[in-house]
């Protein structure tokens, strides 16, 4: 559907009160209540500033480190290389809330609120890629080579 | 909580205005083209309102409670259990949404809610909403999940709302002439929104023995029309469900998940997202993540709110209206 759809127009409509009436043949209007000038710009309350995502740039190489930040709906670094019998932790730095879960769906978090940790140890080497599974588009990697 | 009577605030006032400057632009072109795709839309002062004679023709007359032949509510994204600034008191918030259904001067025919009733489904949290739910003034409360209410699998949000559903959760019925679909797409997530073939096959058997003419409204979580991709924001397999409906005189199809209210029209189907009861999602692409947005002091109340939905049988007309949390 993505394709096809993504190219298509878009409306925003929100107000005090908003109608928007359909008909059986498809057409529509739709009606508020309330007249906010388009160009009212000073009403609108700032947006806050967030930093950008920690999520690594293509190509990057994997970081050596055991914690994984959770921070603007990515993983970072979003690949990380280990040895084996090593223990990453990942904490959940956004307000939202995340899992940290294996695809093979051998290992995996409760759902982590803000300030929450997950520590997993991996014995074996491999590679291991994960999820979250609230945001499945968050991917990262723990990279585990012979201690 | 602090109230807020103006009509919009923050982040719909951004989309208001880019609504505006695009018609500014070509306004006329728009109805005109629109008219021919049965999309009659225009904006005027900066809100969206009637343009040409399909609207008036229908039949409607939006507000006037006495005309309509079906009155349900849709309420969305309640979050029970999310705890942050950008709304210390979910459940607060939740309740107020209640108390305006419940003060509305008809109980509607039912209330639909469109998914992530918690934030991190515990059962608890499906307990509490469950309670909250039960003192809703109108004969039926639906639901279904979102993907909050199924992060550790559908299993406990079936336990506690999916008796007498399919699969992981979705049904259909029938009220006052419409035909109703609640559709599941939060499970067997790999990016975007999923559906699943049984659950398409099942919509394609449950539309089969349907005239042409029965009204269609479908709701879903997640958009069933490709918002915004790189936030996960629409569904991977909806054209093959859509598919399905592309018969049918009018569909009407009812998401959350956005925080924020969107429409478009696809031919003969017209989408509309809504507002949460919990707390506001940025803007497609105006933020580095949909991270929720933290207000100043006031100004939540306008970007939550409830859907009144009426049906008029004269003219098959359907009227949404979005009210925020007072």
New interface residues.
Partial sequence: ??S???G??????????????????????????????????S??????M????SSDPPGAAPATTNSVMIQ???FGPASVTVKAGSTVTWTDQ????H?VTADSGAF?S??L??GQAYSHTFTAPGTYTYHC?????MHGTVMVTNG | MAENKDPISSLSVEGRQLVAREVDRRGFLKCASWAGAAAVWTVSGGVLSACGAAALQSGARPGSAATHDLFFVQISDSHIGFKGTANPDVTGTFQEAINQINALPQSPAFVMHTGDLTHTASADQFGMVKDMLASIRTPTTLVLPGEHDTVEGPQLYLDTFGKGTKGEGWYSFDHAGVHFLSLVNVVNLTNLGHLGQEQIDFVQRDLSGLGSDTPLVVFAHVPLFSVYEKWGWGTDDSLRALSFMRRFASVTVLNGHIHQVMSRVEGNVSFHTMPATAYPLPAPGKAPAPNPVTLPAGQLHGVLGIREVQYHATGHAITLTDQHLR
């Fill in positions: 559907m993505t096809r759809l993504a298509r127009r878009i409306l925003w409509a929100s107000g005090s009160l908003v109608l928007i009436t359909l008909s059986a043949c498809g057409a529509a209007t739709i009606n508020a209540s309330s007249t906010t000038s388009p160009s009212a710009s009403t609108m309350p700032p947006m806050p967030q930093t950008p995502s603007n709906y990515a956004d307000e939202d809330s899992t995996s409760q759902p609120t803000n599974s609230i945001h499945p588009y």
